[in-house]
């Protein structure tokens, strides 16, 4: 059953607390991207990589971080320098970043700051 | 700075109508239009995409219509039923030299189609 696979669902952050968002697919591609879904904003993009070991900084990188180490993760960082980090954060891929390829979106973590 | 506008922000439909829901965008360097359907706590998925050399593309109920010299393209959902209830999003890709291809969104639009 291929995908993409976001953890956790839901995630509860103290402030000033660093939190570490899972991004896993087994799809063989090649790009994935970070988005960040607030209300009435659409997606915004946060971080993306096309391919390993390397990645770009999106519109809204500020407070964030990434790594790409292995073609099929690419973890996101809500480190506490974001001064407003509760949103639905939405991971993707696509075959390449080198086309308009459709991008494939895992189902979200919802992260809320307490 | 939003390079895609989406309207409305709502929509209400009576089932069997049909949606239409409209996207302008400004830089003249984007060539991929791609419109996601999101359920509620899900990711979004492609419904269908439009490249700028076609003005129209249909699959289904669901149809893109393409406007390169207004800058505008909008989707239409013809015969809309309640399970077509979701938030819609255009979008819009450009290939930059060196980082490659990325998507601008609009802001979304919730329907909702009445039973």
């Known amino acids: 059953d291929g995908g993409i696979t976001q953890s956790p669902k839901y995630l509860f952050r103290k402030e000033g607390q660093n939190v570490t968002l899972s991004c896993e697919q087994n799809?063989?591609?090649?790009?994935m991207y970070w988005y960040r879904q607030d209300p009435g904003q659409g997606l915004r993009l946060i971080y993306y990589s096309q391919i390993v070991n390397d990645f770009q900084k999106g519109d809204i990188a500020e407070g964030y971080s990434v790594s790409r180490e292995k073609k099929e993760s690419f973890p996101l960082t809500v480190t506490s320098a974001q001064k407003n980090p509760t949103a639905f954060y939405l991971c993707?891929?696509?075959?390449?970043?080198?086309?308009?390829?459709?991008?494939?979106f895992g189902p979200g973590t919802r992260l809320t700051v307490l | 700075q939003q390079q895609v506008k989406q309207s409305p922000q709502s929509l209400i439909v009576q089932k069997g109508g049909i949606s239409i829901i409209n996207c302008a965008y400004e830089n003249t360097a984007f060539d991929y239009f791609p419109w996601y359907q999101q359920f509620p706590g899900k990711g979004p998925a492609l419904l269908i995409a439009i490249r700028p050399d076609v003005s129209e593309k249909k699959e289904g109920r669901f149809t893109i219509s393409f406007n390169k010299s207004a800058k505008q393209f909008s989707l239409h959902i013809m015969d809309s039923q309640p399970g077509d209830s979701a938030t819609y999003f255009c979008a819009a890709g450009e290939l930059e030299e060196t980082s490659g291809s990325r998507l601008t969104f609009g802001e979304g639009t919730q329907l909702t189609v009445n039973p």
């Open positions: 993707a891929s696509s075959k390449s970043v080198w086309s308009p390829n459709e991008q494939f």
């Open positions: 799809l063989n591609h090649d790009a």
